[in-house]
C-alpha cells in the first residue's frame, strides 16, 4: 500500500510539474509572440504568412514533444507499478512459507510430545502392572490434557490402594 501511495504521489507530481512547464511556455509563447509580432510588423505581407507558419509548426513540434515526453513518464510511472505489484507478492508469498514452517514445526513437537506421554504411561502401566492400551491411544489423542487426566486417576488409585494395603498390613 506504501509503494502504491508513493506510486499516486509521484503521478501527481509529474503531471503538476507539466502544467508547470506548459504555463511557462506558454508565457514563454506570448513573448515570443509580441516580439514576433513587432518583428513582423516590419516585414512586407509574404514574409508575415511565412513566419507565421513556421511559428506555427514550432508550436505544434513543441506541443508533440511534450505529449511523447509525458507519454514515456506514464508508461515508466505503469512499468514501477507493476514491479511493485510483483515484490509484493513475492513477499506476502515468503509470509506465508514462513507460517507453514512455523505450523510444521509445532505440529513436530506436539506428536513428540504426545509419544513422549505415552511411553511414559506405558511404563507407569507395567510398572503398576495394569491394563495401559487404552490409556495410551487416549494420550495419543488427548495430549498434555490426558496426561493430567491419567495422573489424576492413578492419585485417585493411589488412594485407594494405600487404606488396603495398610488394613492388610494390621491385620497380619
Known amino acids: 500500500m506504501k509503494h502504491l501511495t508513493i506510486l499516486l504521489s509521484s503521478f501527481a507530481f509529474l503531471l503538476s510539474s507539466t502544467l508547470r512547464a506548459d504555463t511557462e511556455e506558454?508565457?514563454?509563447d506570448q513573448h515570443e509572440d509580441h516580439e514576433t509580432h513587432e518583428?513582423?510588423?516590419?516585414?512586407?505581407?509574404?514574409?508575415?504568412?511565412?513566419?507565421?507558419?513556421?511559428?506555427?509548426?514550432?508550436?505544434?513540434m513543441k506541443r508533440q514533444?511534450?505529449?511523447?515526453?509525458?507519454?514515456?513518464?506514464l508508461r515508466e510511472l505503469e512499468v514501477e507499478r507493476q514491479e511493485l505489484e510483483l515484490q509484493n507478492i513475492y513477499h506476502d508469498r515468503?509470509?506465508?512459507e514462513e507460517w507453514f514452517e512455523l505450523i510444521g514445526l509445532f505440529l513436530i513437537i506436539s506428536l513428540t510430545l504426545r509419544i513422549l506421554l505415552a511411553v511414559w504411561v506405558h511404563l507407569d502401566c507395567?510398572?503398576?502392572q495394569t491394563g495401559s492400551?487404552?490409556?495410551?491411544?487416549?494420550i495419543l489423542l488427548g495430549g498434555l490434557l490426558a496426561t493430567i487426566a491419567y495422573g489424576i486417576m492413578r492419585m485417585g488409585d493411589l488412594r485407594a490402594a494405600s487404606p488396603a494395603k495398610t488394613t492388610t498390613s494390621r491385620k497380619s
Not at 65 to 73: I, M, S
Not at 133 to 138: K, P, R, S, T, V
Open 94 to 96: 515468503d509470509d506465508d
Open 126 to 128: 507395567r510398572k503398576r
Open 26 to 28: 506558454n508565457v514563454e
Open 65 to 73: 514533444e511534450l505529449d511523447f515526453e509525458t507519454e514515456r513518464r
Open 133 to 138: 492400551g487404552l490409556w495410551i491411544f487416549i
Open 39 to 60: 518583428h513582423l510588423e516590419n516585414h512586407e505581407e509574404g514574409d508575415l504568412e511565412e513566419a507565421l507558419y513556421q511559428q506555427n509548426l514550432q508550436l505544434e
